[in-house]
């Protein structure tokens, strides 16, 4: 059972477009919300993340947008480049019994064009 | 720091072959994590441990096993190897139970 819904599954943008990736949990107990950059042959790393109780936080370029009540949160990478063609990754870490575990979206390739 | 390595980066077996993947980290982390990685699906837990002794089964354990004797050191065994464990495997670390979390390079396993 997917509890962290990831869309789209590809997106293409030209260079110095904004990228958009949406992510929608259904569990109400997770608590962090990181977002992973993962290049071809490399492992996942962290890129930014956030937590329930602020609703958006900015490093640079990117950008999470957090919808507590409607269960989603989003990253925003302004001014893409080329260089930021990727895959990444959303995910979700559970609270309680599930503290240990972090959900992964099913991730979203992004191809920036020059 | 060589933060999180992992041995072999590829490898293929045959079906019922057995073999341990590694994985060491040097940031004196106490949680340790095996994810196996298939395309379009994301990172799935297989094991994970929160310090030397003390491992536990994640959300896809069946035809796995870990331990976990020190602080560095986390290896994964594969027995009885099936086509199904064709998949990319990821070992990662972090200081905090569940957040920031630092993965390997990953092994490449095929099985035929």
């Known amino acids: 059972q997917q509890q962290v819904k990831q869309s789209p599954q590809s997106l293409i943008v030209q260079k110095g477009g904004i990228s958009i990736i949406n992510c929608a949990y259904e569990?109400?107990?997770?608590?962090?919300f990181p977002w992973y950059q993962q290049f071809p042959g490399k492992g996942p790393a962290l890129l930014i993340a956030?937590?329930?109780?602020?609703s958006e936080k900015k490093e640079g370029r990117f950008t999470i947008s957090f919808n507590k009540s409607a269960k989603q949160f989003s990253l925003h990478i302004m001014d893409s480049q080329p260089g930021d063609s990727a895959t990444y990754f959303c995910a979700a870490r559970g609270t309680g019994a599930g503290s240990y575990q972090l959900t992964f979206g099913k991730g979203t390739k992004l191809s920036v064009i020059p | 720091n060589a933060g999180v390595t992992q041995t072999p980066k590829f490898r293929i077996l045959k079906i019922g072959q057995s073999m341990t993947l590694q994985c060491a980290q040097d940031m004196n982390h106490n949680y340790m994590y095996w994810y196996r990685q298939d395309p379009g699906m994301g990172l799935k837990l297989i094991y994970y441990?929160?310090?030397?002794?003390?491992?536990d089964k994640g959300e896809v354990p069946n035809g796995y096993n870990v331990s976990r004797s020190t602080t560095e050191d986390f290896p994964l065994r594969l027995e009885l190897a099936a086509p199904s464990q064709t998949s990319v495997y990821f070992c990662?670390?972090?200081?905090?139970?569940?957040?920031?979390?630092?993965f390997g390079p990953g092994t490449r396993l095929t099985v035929l």
């Open positions: 569990n109400t107990a997770f608590d962090y």
């Open positions: 441990s929160v310090g030397a002794g003390i491992t």
């Open positions: 990662a670390s972090s200081y905090d139970q569940g957040y920031e979390q630092f």
């Open positions: 956030i937590r329930p109780d602020v």
